[in-house]
């Protein structure tokens, strides 16, 4: 399929304005894919609420010709308007979340952008919309293309069909919910279409996709759920579609009334190890996991030792802290890793002005400075008060790094110093602070990280990430049903590994990881 236009597009038009428009392009394999799903229903009307090029009536065209001008198409990216003509698709350059919601189609094919309502200039009136609407009150930080799956398909007229390529992250994420809900209430979904979390359709963007494709027929009681691990899978697929018999399930397949909207729903598409092990229980039942400080404007309130030294700020207005996540590379952070990052003049302060250093001359000074460059006005600083006071929070004992791509990293905060949110941090409830080195060894365990990763946020490319709630909810080992013995012996390794004797690190974690194991299964 010739994609000159993509192309052309792609090659005038900044990396960073496409990022900022949420627009990443369909590849044309699965525009294929998704075009076959809409072929044997003929749409005499079809919609696309964000078209960019327009490469789903192109598609479309070159699978039935002479459906052009069957299409409504919207962007509000005038930039569109000349491709589009060129190819004789008349574009409304309109917000599609802002139009009418009484007009049908027949056929719906959507990539809808990819950014946060919150990003969104009318967030407030088009939350207020979709609750009138649909009766459902968004959560603030959903994204945007989840506002578009909505309202397409309250717009999907009877037995017409939609398909959608969207990011995955709402399966398994707490703002889904809502949306997952709404397809299983209207008995709209048909087909759940997922990447390996290793592979990526989208070359710049980091998120790994999902394929939806509804209908509204009254006849259906069945979703299937399809894992894709390469672009010859997705070949077969669309093999399977253009045979139109779809009695004979391609994929998992569940009732709608299996289904539920409120767990992570990789367990329908996934191999679980929670029937695997036993003895488990929930994190949050031993900890508390909460994000690290979040300043709104890091190249303010983060400073070097020269930098620190260079203003003339005291150490009492500047914390140690862990600022980025190579900073702490190691499953243990000792006060000596902080002394070699300071060394090196790495970014190791974070600025924390108390009452009594306000009028410290050096400080007001430096304030000064932030306001003079706009940082009081970044989307944080500009909702506090006043704006050059972060939140604080208690060093936690243990941290988590946010993005993992093989393996999950969990670091034992020996130094005692803050983290931003580079790191998640675990705080151990009190009455199991005495077991801190039992845990902390169960976490650099691959059964631990591997448990963890049921809870996992999928991105593009084998990126992992996890929100504070995900770790909460997941499944670790139960600390209270391993037995004294065996606790003696999991600290013995745990310091062997800390101080790296007798054995290699590796072949110490090796026996450590086969204990957990063991313990897990009995």
Not at 13 to 35: D, N
Not at 48 to 54: F, I, L
Not at 119 to 139: A, C, I, S
């Amino acid at each position: 399929m010739d994609t000159t236009l993509e192309q052309s597009y792609i090659n005038q038009t900044p990396l960073s304005y496409r990022r900022k428009k949420g627009q990443y392009f369909t590849p044309p394999h699965i525009a294929e894919v998704m075009v076959e799903w809409l072929v044997p229903t003929e749409p005499a009307t079809i919609l696309d609420p964000a078209v960019g090029t327009g490469i789903f009536p192109r598609a479309l065209n070159q699978r039935i010709p002479g459906t052009i001008s069957n299409w409504e198409i919207y962007d509000i990216d005038e930039s569109f308007i000349h491709p589009l003509e060129s190819v004789g698709l008349d574009m409304y350059h309109q917000d599609f979340l802002q139009s009418d919601w009484e007009k049908l189609f027949d056929g719906i094919l959507a990539n809808p952008p990819y950014f946060k309502l919150s990003n969104h200039n009318h967030k407030e009136e088009l939350l207020k919309t979709f609750e009138e609407k649909l009766g459902v009150r968004l959560p603030g930080n959903t994204n945007i293309y989840n506002l578009f799956i909505l309202k397409c398909l309250e717009q999907l007229n009877v037995n017409g069909r939609a398909a959608f390529i969207v990011p995955s992250d709402f399966l398994n994420a707490d703002y889904g919910q809502h949306i997952k809900a709404y397809l299983l209430e209207h008995k709209l979904l048909d087909y759940v279409v997922i990447t390996d979390y290793q592979l990526s359709w989208f070359e710049e963007a980091t998120t790994t996709s999902a394929i939806l494709l509804c209908s509204r027929e009254e006849t259906k009681d069945i979703v299937e759920f399809i894992n894709v691990q390469s672009d010859s899978q997705m070949k077969n697929f669309k093999e399977f579609l253009q045979r139109v018999d779809y009695s004979k399930p391609y994929g998992k397949s569940f009732a709608y009334h299996e289904l539920n909207p409120s767990i992570k729903w990789r367990h329908y598409y996934q191999d679980s190890l929670l029937e695997t092990y036993k003895n488990l229980r929930p994190f949050h039942e031993f900890g508390k996991a909460k994000r690290g400080i979040a300043t709104g404007a890091n190249d303010f309130f983060c400073l070097s030792e020269s930098e620190r030294i260079e203003w003339g700020l005291d150490r009492e207005v500047t914390v140690p802290c862990l600022i980025k996540a190579y900073q702490a590379s190691e499953p243990f952070f000792t006060w000596e890793n902080w002394e070699s990052l300071k060394h090196d003049d790495h970014p190791v302060y974070v600025l924390q002005v108390k009452q009594e250093h306000e009028q410290h001359h050096v400080v007001q000074r430096y304030i000064q400075y932030g306001e003079e460059h706009h940082f009081h006005q970044r989307y944080l600083t500009k909702h506090r008060n006043p704006w050059y006071k972060p939140e604080l929070r208690e060093p936690a004992p243990i941290l988590f790094r946010v993005f993992n791509r093989s393996s999950l990293q969990f670091i034992r905060n020996e130094a005692g110093i803050m983290h931003l949110t580079s790191f998640h941090g675990l705080y151990i409830h009190e009455y199991f602070m005495h077991e801190i080195d039992v845990i902390m060894a169960y976490f650099l365990t691959d059964v631990a990280k591997e448990l963890m990763k049921e809870s996992r946020r999928e991105y593009g490319k084998g990126l992992l990430k996890f929100e504070p709630n995900d770790l909460n909810q997941s499944w670790v080992v139960d600390f209270e049903r391993i037995e004294e013995k065996e606790k003696d012996q999991i600290r013995e390794l745990y310091t062997s590994i800390r101080q790296e004797r007798a054995f290699s690190r590796d072949e110490l974690l090796s026996r450590l990881n086969k204990m957990f194991i063991k313990i897990l299964k009995r």
